[in-house]
């Protein structure tokens, strides 16, 4: 009995070339050093990289902030995030900077839920019979079947306008709210606001002078581009 050879042709493997690029990324001291990273970089890999360079005690409150100075805002970068795709995003005119500095409240959403859904803030689609506990309100807020609505006042202010003005919004998995008539939420007097698929939220730590805000702190929707 012969066996006969057969040529098995595989097919050719394209090499994944992943580019370089050199970030600069400042402390709070305001001075910067420079980084080789792929393309492929996270957030928290950059935290890592410079956790190490530093010598620095890793306690998990490390963060990557985007600055963006010509408007006052900033905002963490997530874990998950590929830096290099946030940088994609930046006006060539625009001096943005990334930051890298302690931010203790990081995981903090994580670790007590309780404290960002104060009791008369929020609203369940299911009766809850009593205390929750901060687990279940964290898997209520993760579902998709029973997310808690949240709302209250907050000012606000219409791009192109100067004053500011208090309203009733209403947080949904939908997106963000605002009453057009007082506290009510029927659907007639609802007004959409804006989504979060597309947008990043930033902070405004001195809305009083560059927004002329009612409060120093504040927050905004930027959609990305």
């Not at 997310?147 to 907050?154: D, R, T, V």
């Not at 506290?183 to 989504?195: A, D, I, N, V, Y």
Request: net charge neutral; glycine share 4%; hydrophobic share 35%.
């Amino acid at each position: 009995m012969s066996l006969s050879a057969r040529r098995v042709t595989l097919p050719a493997i394209t090499p994944i070339i992943l580019q370089k690029r050199v970030i600069k990324v400042y402390s709070e001291d305001e001075t910067s050093r420079a980084l080789d990273v792929p393309s492929d970089i996270t957030a928290r890999d950059v935290c890592q990289l410079l956790i190490l360079k530093n010598h620095y005690i890793d306690d998990h409150s490390w963060t990557l902030f985007e600055h963006l100075p010509h408007i006052g805002v900033e905002r963490t970068i997530e874990d998950h995030e590929l830096v290099i795709e946030v940088l994609s995003n930046w006006g060539i005119e625009e001096e943005n900077k990334l930051y890298f500095r302690k931010n203790y409240a990081k995981y903090e959403f994580f670790k007590n839920p309780v404290y960002f859904f104060p009791e008369h803030m929020v609203s369940f689609a299911t009766e809850t019979n009593g205390e929750i506990s901060p687990t279940q309100i964290l898997q209520m807020f993760l579902s998709s079947s029973t997310y808690p609505e949240i709302h209250g006042f907050l000012h606000a202010k219409e791009q192109g306008k100067k004053s500011w003005k208090k309203v009733y919004f209403f947080l949904r998995r939908s997106g963000l709210y605002f009453s057009t008539k007082g506290t009510s939420k029927e659907p007639r007097h609802l007004q959409f606001f804006t989504e979060f698929g597309n947008s990043d939220i930033y902070v405004s730590p001195a809305g009083k002078k560059k927004h002329g805000a009612p409060t120093n702190y504040g927050f905004c929707f930027k959609v990305q581009a």
